[in-house]
T-cell receptor, first 113, second 114 residues
Framework: DTAVSQTPKYLVTQMGNDKSIKCEQNLGHDTMYWYKQDSKKFLKIMFSYNNKELIINETVPNRFSPKSPDKAHLNLHINSLELGDSAVYFC????????????FGSGTRLTVV | GENVEQHPSTLSVQEGDSAVIKCTYSDSASNYFPWYKQELGKRPQLIIDIRSNVGEKKDQRIAVTLNKTAKHFSLHITETQPEDSAVYFCAASLVSGGYNKLIFGAGTRLAVHP
């Protein structure tokens, strides 16, 4: 029983393409996040949703559009992919008060060529 | 501003030695401080956390200390083993628009040599 599952695990695509990453959690958490981990391992928050509502939207190009159809799912769509978008994208979920901390998904390694 | 500084960026120890990683945060309203371990190619996993009403917490070979006045918190690993080798991240909670998020430090790559 994977608590936070992300698909796909690997994504290789050409510049200019549009791609989506999906995330699902079965922990009953109210809050879900997208983080980007660059080649230097730095983890930077991109978006956060609480019960399907966007609550945090960091300075991210508007080519990135999150969507949360329900509180257990948070997807990330990326338009017009650029070389600099290459990174590992982690989905995470948590209780609102961080009880138990974040639970991260297994990550999606995106490579734009 | 939103900032968590973490030092050192790399740490190399001999098996059995202790390892200490230090973090500082900037927002005095931060009240939750987790530590994550990320092995190569894997997801970050929570190893220990501390809230601002506690000064120290221990779980077997790992401990975390918090100094709210100085806005410092540290991870201590005793009797290190090769399987402790990983990247460790500290984080601090930050309130943004009434909601919490975690701001991560830049990570410490720990290598434990047999």
């Amino acid at each position: 029983d994977t608590a936070v599952s992300q698909t796909p695990k690997y994504l290789v695509t050409q510049m200019g393409n549009d791609k989506s990453i999906k995330c699902e959690q079965n922990l009953g958490h109210d809050t879900m996040y997208w983080y980007k981990q660059d080649s230097k391992k730095f983890l930077k928050i991109m978006f956060s949703y609480n019960n399907k509502e966007l609550i945090i939207n960091e300075t991210v190009p508007n080519r990135f559009s999150p969507k949360s159809p329900d509180k257990a799912h948070l997807n990330l769509h990326i338009n017009s992919l650029e070389l600099g978008d290459s990174a590992v994208y982690f989905c995470a979920s948590s209780q609102e008060d961080f009880r138990g901390g974040y639970t991260f998904g297994s990550g999606t390694r995106l490579t734009v060529v | 501003g939103e900032n968590v500084e973490q030092h050192p960026s790399t740490l190399s120890v001999q098996e059995g030695d202790s390892a200490v990683i230090k973090c500082t945060y900037s927002d005095s309203a931060s009240n939750y401080f987790p530590w994550y371990k990320q092995e190569l190619g894997k997801r970050p996993q929570l190893i220990i956390d501390i809230r601002s009403n506690v000064g120290e917490k221990k779980d077997q070979r790992i401990a975390v200390t918090l100094n709210k006045t100085a806005k410092h918190f540290s991870l201590h690993i005793t009797e290190t083993q090769p399987e402790d080798s990983a990247v460790y991240f500290c984080a601090a909670s930050l309130v943004s628009g009434g909601y919490n998020k975690l701001i991560f430090g830049a990570g410490t790559r720990l290598a434990v040599h047999p």
